[in-house]
C-alpha cells in the first residue's frame, strides 16, 4: 500500500507539537504501509524546527493582508498537492481535515483516479472557530463542511465525540476513532526529582488557546493557601500579555515563570525539574468533554505524572499517574493536586510504569496499526 500524507499547514513555533505528530505518524507508518510520502505545504516561518522525516513545501504569501494571504497559500498548497498525487500515484491519502470552503472542494473533486482520502479529525469544527472567534471561517464550515466530509472514503476521529459528530455528517462513509498518540523512543525518559513536601514544581507545555485553561491553574494558584510551594513554569509561549497581565494582576507573578518555545535537550530539562504536568481546563470552552491532548501522551511516554479538566479516551480515571478535575470554569484546587501528586510519587517506579504503558497504549505504532486497518477495509470494500 502506497500512502500520501499531504499536511496543509503554516509551520510556526505555536505547531510544533503539530508537526512533531506528523513527523512521528510517518514513521510509525513506514513500517507498516509499504511507502509513505510525507508533506506539509504552507509557509514556514524560521523559528520552526523542521524534522528531516517529512518533505516541506514553503509557499510565501505575496499579498499584504493576512485573510489574502491565508487564501493564496491554501490555494498554492492543494495545486501542489495534486501534482504530488499525479506523479506519486497512491492507493489512497489521509490528511487532517482542512476546514471546508471552495478551495478545499475543489481540491477533494480533482484527486486523480478515484484515489480515496480520509481525513483526521481533531476537533468539531465549528465550535472550535466560535471560541477563536472566526466568523468567516464559520461561515464557509457550515456551507461546506457537510459537502466536504462527504467527498471523502471515511473520517478517523481522535475521540468519541469527534466520531458521533462526523458520522451525523457522513451518508455512507464510516468515521472510526483512533485517538492520539506519541512517539514513545523519541522522547527519553525523565529522571523524577525528590519531592520533600515543601516545594512542588508543576510543567505546562502548550499556547493560551482558550481551550488550554491556563487561566484556570492562575486563578487556583492565587486562591490557594497551602504549606507546600508552589512554582508553575510555562513552556511555549513567546509573547502573551493576557496571561502575563492575569498573573500580575493576580499579584502571582513570583509564582509563575514564563519560557518561550523549547525543543530538544531544552525541553527535556524541564521535565528532569519539575514533579506534575499540568493539561487542558479548557475542552467544555469549546463544546467538548472529551480529548486527546499531545501533551498528556508525551507527559505519559517521559514518565510524568499529570492532571487535566477533561476526559481522555486513554486514560481511565483509576488510573494512578493522571488526575481528573472537572470541565468548568472552577479553579483548579492545588489542594488536591498536592494529594494527587503524593500518591503518584509513592510508587518509587513510576516513571518507568507510565512508559511501559505508553509503548503498549499510546505509541503511535499502536495508533497507525488501526488506521491503516480501516485503510484496507476501505480499499477491499472499492475491490
Same mark, same amino acid.
Given at each position: 500500500?502506497?500512502?500520501?500524507?499531504?499536511?496543509?499547514q503554516?509551520?510556526?513555533?505555536?505547531?510544533?507539537?503539530?508537526?512533531?505528530?506528523? !513527523?512521528?505518524?510517518?514513521?510509525?507508518?513506514r513500517?507498516?504501509?509499504?511507502? $509513505?510520502?510525507?508533506?506539509?505545504?504552507?509557509?514556514?516561518?524560521?523559528?520552526?524546527?523542521?524534522?528531516?522525516?517529512?518533505r516541506?513545501?514553503?509557499?510565501?504569501?505575496?499579498?499584504?493582508?493576512?485573510?489574502?494571504?491565508?487564501? +493564496?497559500?491554501?490555494?498554492?498548497?492543494?495545486?501542489?498537492?495534486?501534482?504530488?498525487?499525479?506523479?506519486?500515484h497512491?492507493?489512497?491519502?489521509?490528511?487532517?481535515? #482542512?476546514?471546508?470552503?471552495?478551495?478545499?472542494?475543489?481540491? /477533494?473533486?480533482?484527486i486523480?483516479?478515484?484515489?480515496?482520502?480520509?481525513?483526521?479529525?481533531?476537533?468539531?469544527?465549528?465550535?472550535?472557530?466560535?471560541?477563536?472567534?472566526?466568523?468567516?471561517?464559520?461561515?464557509?464550515?457550515? =456551507?461546506?463542511?457537510?459537502?466536504?466530509?462527504?467527498? !471523502?472514503?471515511?473520517?478517523? *476521529?481522535?475521540?468519541?465525540? $469527534?466520531?458521533?459528530?462526523?458520522s451525523?455528517?457522513?451518508?455512507? +462513509?464510516? =468515521? $472510526?476513532?483512533?485517538?492520539? *498518540?506519541?512517539?514513545?523512543?523519541?522522547?527519553?525518559?525523565? !529522571?523524577?526529582?525528590?519531592?520533600?513536601?515543601?516545594?512542588?514544581? $508543576?510543567?505546562?507545555? *502548550?499556547?493560551?488557546?482558550?481551550?488550554?485553561?491556563l487561566?484556570?491553574?492562575?486563578?487556583?494558584?492565587?486562591?490557594?493557601?497551602?504549606?507546600?510551594?508552589?512554582?508553575?513554569?510555562?513552556?511555549?509561549?513567546?509573547?502573551?500579555?493576557?496571561?502575563?497581565? /492575569?498573573?500580575?494582576?493576580?499579584?502571582i507573578?513570583e509564582?509563575?515563570?514564563?519560557? *518561550?518555545?523549547?525543543?530538544?535537550?531544552?525541553?527535556?530539562?524541564?521535565?528532569?525539574?519539575?514533579?506534575?504536568g499540568?493539561?487542558?481546563?479548557?475542552?467544555h470552552?469549546?463544546?467538548?468533554?472529551?480529548?486527546?491532548?499531545?501533551?498528556?501522551r508525551?507527559?505519559?511516554?517521559?514518565?510524568?505524572?499529570?492532571?487535566l479538566?477533561?476526559?481522555?479516551?486513554?486514560?481511565?480515571?483509576?488510573?494512578?499517574?493522571?488526575?481528573?478535575?472537572? =470541565?468548568?470554569?472552577? #479553579?483548579?484546587?492545588?489542594?488536591?493536586?498536592?494529594?494527587?501528586?503524593?500518591?503518584?510519587?509513592?510508587?518509587?517506579?513510576?516513571?518507568?510504569?507510565m512508559r511501559e504503558?505508553?509503548?503498549?497504549?499510546?505509541?503511535?505504532?499502536?495508533?497507525?496499526?488501526?488506521?491503516?486497518?480501516?485503510?484496507?477495509?476501505i480499499?477491499?470494500?472499492?475491490?
Open positions: 500500500m502506497k500512502v500520501f500524507f499531504p499536511v496543509f503554516w509551520a510556526k513555533p505555536s505547531m510544533q507539537g503539530v508537526l512533531k505528530k506528523v !513527523s512521528d505518524q510517518t514513521k510509525a507508518l513500517s507498516l504501509v509499504e511507502e $509513505i510520502r510525507t508533506t506539509v505545504y504552507g509557509y514556514h516561518e524560521k523559528k520552526c524546527v523542521l524534522d528531516g522525516d517529512v516541506y513545501e514553503n509557499i510565501e504569501p505575496t499579498c499584504k493582508r493576512y485573510l489574502l494571504q491565508l487564501w +493564496q497559500v491554501r490555494k498554492k498548497s492543494f495545486e501542489l498537492a495534486l501534482k504530488d498525487i499525479e506523479q506519486f497512491p492507493d489512497i491519502i489521509y490528511t487532517r481535515y #482542512p476546514l471546508g470552503d471552495p478551495t478545499s472542494i475543489d481540491f /477533494l473533486k480533482k486523480p483516479y478515484r484515489i480515496p482520502l480520509v481525513f483526521e479529525q481533531q476537533s468539531i469544527t465549528v465550535k472550535e472557530l466560535k471560541v477563536l472567534n472566526k466568523p468567516v471561517y464559520i461561515l464557509f464550515e457550515k =456551507a461546506f463542511g457537510h459537502r466536504l466530509v462527504n467527498l !471523502s472514503s471515511g473520517i478517523v *476521529g481522535v475521540t468519541d465525540e $469527534i466520531v458521533q459528530y462526523e451525523s455528517r457522513l451518508k455512507t +462513509q464510516r =468515521a $472510526i476513532l483512533v485517538s492520539n *498518540g506519541v512517539g514513545v523512543s523519541s522522547v527519553p525518559l525523565r !529522571s523524577p526529582p525528590p519531592f520533600d513536601q515543601k516545594r512542588l514544581e $508543576i510543567l505546562f507545555v *502548550g499556547s493560551t488557546n482558550p481551550w488550554h485553561g487561566d484556570r491553574l492562575l486563578f487556583g494558584l492565587e486562591k490557594y493557601r497551602g504549606k507546600v510551594e508552589i512554582k508553575l513554569h510555562i513552556v511555549g509561549i513567546e509573547e502573551d500579555d493576557s496571561i502575563r497581565s /492575569l498573573a500580575k494582576t493576580l499579584s507573578q509564582r509563575v515563570q514564563f519560557y *518561550g518555545f523549547r525543543t530538544g535537550q531544552e525541553l527535556t530539562a524541564f521535565f528532569d525539574i519539575c514533579h506534575i499540568a493539561g487542558s481546563f479548557g475542552g470552552r469549546k463544546g467538548l468533554l472529551q480529548s486527546a491532548g499531545l501533551k498528556m508525551e507527559y505519559c511516554a517521559r514518565g510524568l505524572p499529570f492532571f479538566g477533561h476526559k481522555d479516551p486513554d486514560f481511565p480515571f483509576d488510573y494512578p499517574f493522571c488526575a481528573f478535575f472537572p =470541565a468548568n470554569e472552577e #479553579p483548579i484546587d492545588f489542594h488536591r493536586v498536592i494529594e494527587f501528586y503524593t500518591n503518584a510519587f509513592s510508587y518509587k517506579n513510576h516513571a518507568e510504569l504503558y505508553a509503548f503498549k497504549n499510546l505509541d503511535w505504532s499502536v495508533k497507525m496499526k488501526k488506521t491503516v486497518e480501516f485503510f484496507e477495509q480499499l477491499k470494500e472499492r475491490g
